[in-house]
T-cell receptor, first 112, second 112 residues
């Protein structure tokens, strides 16, 4: 089944404890992106990648890192999480040149 | 700054009624306008999309109306059903780009 998977789905952590949220797609898509969803703010892009080893900042990159060493994986790294990073995170992918983005199921992160 | 402005934030409609959600933009480089539907606990999924060379696109009970001169577009859901209860996001992207700019979302509730 063609899909975008994220792990973990739920995570509660404490301020300053490094964490990684994984994202993997099995559709051979070049483009991948991370968003955070907050009430009243909609979906805001954190980072995106046009292909392996090519990443760029979105609208809200502060406090986040990403890497794209393989085409299928695009992990989101929070080196020192803070409470204002408590949010619902989505990974998405699409083929280059095609506008439809395919979203993962989301990761709900709580930073205490 | 929100590149796509969406209203209303929430909407309650009786079963069988018409649901209307509006979006507006300023960036004239936008040439693709999708609507995404998100059910609780799920990631957003493409519902319907339009390009500015047409003023309307219809798929079943869902219609996008597009006004290029006013830089506005809207989603109409005819004969709204309880199963349509979800959060709806409008979005836009620039020519040749995969990146999407999302509105803030509308939570639709259809009352039986």
């Amino acid at each position: 089944e063609a899909q975008v998977t994220q792990n973990p789905r739920y995570l509660i952590t404490v301020t300053g404890k490094k964490l990684t949220v994984t994202c993997s797609q099995n559709m051979n898509h070049e483009y991948m992106s991370w968003y955070r969803q907050d009430p009243g703010l909609g979906l805001r892009q954190i980072y995106y990648s046009m292909n392996v080893e090519v990443t760029d900042k979105g609208d809200v990159p502060e406090g986040y890192k990403v890497s794209r060493k393989e085409k299928r994986n695009f992990p989101l790294i929070l080196e020192s999480p803070s409470p204002n990073q408590t949010s619902l995170y989505f990974c998405a992918s699409s083929p280059l040149g095609e506008r439809t983005q395919y979203f993962g199921p989301g990761t709900r992160l709580t930073v205490l | 700054q929100q590149q796509v402005k969406q209203s209303p934030q929430s909407l309650i409609v009786q079963k069988g009624g018409i649901s209307i959600i509006n979006c507006a933009y300023e960036n004239t480089a936008f040439d693709y306008f999708p609507w995404y539907q998100q059910f609780p606990g799920k990631g957003p999924a493409l519902l319907i999309a339009i390009r500015p060379d047409v003023s309307e696109k219809k798929e079943g009970r869902f219609t996008i109306s597009f006004n290029k001169s006013a830089k506005q577009f809207s989603l109409h859901i005819m004969d709204s059903q309880p199963g349509d209860s979800a959060t709806y996001f409008c979005a836009a992207s620039e020519t040749g780009a995969n990146n999407l700019f999302f509105g803030t979302g509308t939570r639709l509730t259809v009352i039986p």
